[in-house]
């Protein structure tokens, strides 16, 4: 008699939705018990965390401002993913995204906003598109892994935006400090009343929507799911691979680059250094957690951007602020370790014919 571990030919729906929220409870409770450990009352912690993030008008505008960059980033990266892509270069393409759609105001700051914006979104998805487009024509041209490719460019998007705001587009009356000049009045999208909350979060929905419909109705969907699924099987389909790479990663990028427009001209209102807090990686949680689902993306970016408002309002309580990423590790960590109740089953077998439990 032996115990072994079987895999399920088909996992419930029911078990698929409610493995990943009992894991991620574990997690809080998980890090809970470190809270308690060192000397903090958990409760009194996750009560700052979700106060501060969700008790007033202001915190919850600033815990939309925060969603809006994650979830454009998700699912941009949930595009490659389900094509077995693994883009990890949305900062990259989400910074260069921001750095081509500066251009514009930067260098026509008179145009009117209604040629402003579309033009300033445009770049942004040309500019992040041709960002994931080069790492994908390396894999389709030399086999070179993404996961190498993407994570490097990252590195030389961040370092190019820090060339161009310390150098050439240095603003020559920002004391000396490395920004641009201040966008135009036309080139920031309008915001809601008072708050911080801008006309991005429209984007944000439409495109989910959008991703949606495409992900479960159309051919092209469906060949993506085929190609990540099995290559083999696709090949024989007549299904073309390497156009379907480069496209996924044409779109993927695309998507990462308008979230980098709609971060400087939504909230930053010019180039800076350090435009993202590291959005690009948080997403790639963001998306594998929401298991690529375009709607349950906005809803996991909303629970992240929580986490991380209400990380800098534990330093209240003498917390460090990195008690937010310590939350997003573990939750991660606990997901992923719960997808194996998801995907396998124990059984108990008593002799090689027979089986007598699970």
């Not at 991620?24 to 993030?53: H, N, Q």
């Amino acid at each position: 008699m032996k115990l072994v571990m079987e895999k399920r030919l088909a996992p419930s729906s029911l078990m698929r939705s409610l493995v990943p929220v009992v894991a991620a409870f574990a997690a809080l409770v998980f890090c809970g018990i470190f809270f308690a450990v060192t000397g903090r009352d958990p409760f009194e912690v996750y009560y700052a965390m979700f106060s501060g993030a969700l008790g007033s008008e202001y915190g919850i505008s600033e815990t939309i401002v925060k969603m809006i960059p994650l979830a454009m980033c998700g699912l941009g990266i949930a595009i490659a993913f389900r094509m077995q892509i693994w883009n990890i270069g949305a900062e990259g393409q989400f910074y260069m995204g921001a750095c081509a759609a500066s251009w514009l105001p930067l260098t026509y700051p008179d145009l009117p906003s209604m040629i402003m914006l579309p033009g300033m979104l445009l770049l942004g998805a040309a500019a992040g598109g041709m960002w994931g487009l080069l790492a994908g024509w390396f894999k389709t041209k030399w086999l070179v892994s993404e996961l190498i490719t993407t994570l490097m460019m990252n590195y030389i998007a961040i370092l190019w935006v820090n060339y161009l705001v310390y150098g050439a587009w240095r603003d020559p009356k920002g004391l000396n400090f490395p920004l641009t000049a201040a966008f135009s009045e036309s080139a920031l999208l309008p915001s809601f009343g008072d708050l911080r909350v801008h006309a991005g979060i429209i984007i944000v929905f439409v495109l989910a929507a959008v991703l949606a419909v495409v992900f479960r109705d159309s051919r092209w969907g469906y060949e993506t799911l085929v190609i990540g699924s099995n290559p083999t099987a696709a090949r024989y389909a007549g299904i073309n691979i390497p156009r379907n790479v480069l496209l996924v990663m044409l779109l993927s990028g695309a998507v990462c680059g308008m979230g980098g427009m709609i971060e400087v001209s939504g909230i930053v209102g010019k180039l800076q250094p350090g435009i993202s807090p590291g959005y690009g990686y948080t997403a790639i949680i963001v998306a594998w957690l929401a298991r690529l689902h375009p709607a349950a993306i906005i809803v996991v970016a909303f629970l992240f951007a929580i986490i991380h408002v209400g990380g800098f309002m534990v330093q209240t309580l003498g917390i460090p602020s990195a008690v937010a990423t310590m939350l997003q590790g573990a939750i991660l960590f606990f997901v992923i370790g719960a997808d194996i109740f998801t995907n396998y089953q124990l059984r108990l077998i008593k002799n090689e014919g027979g089986e007598d439990s699970e």
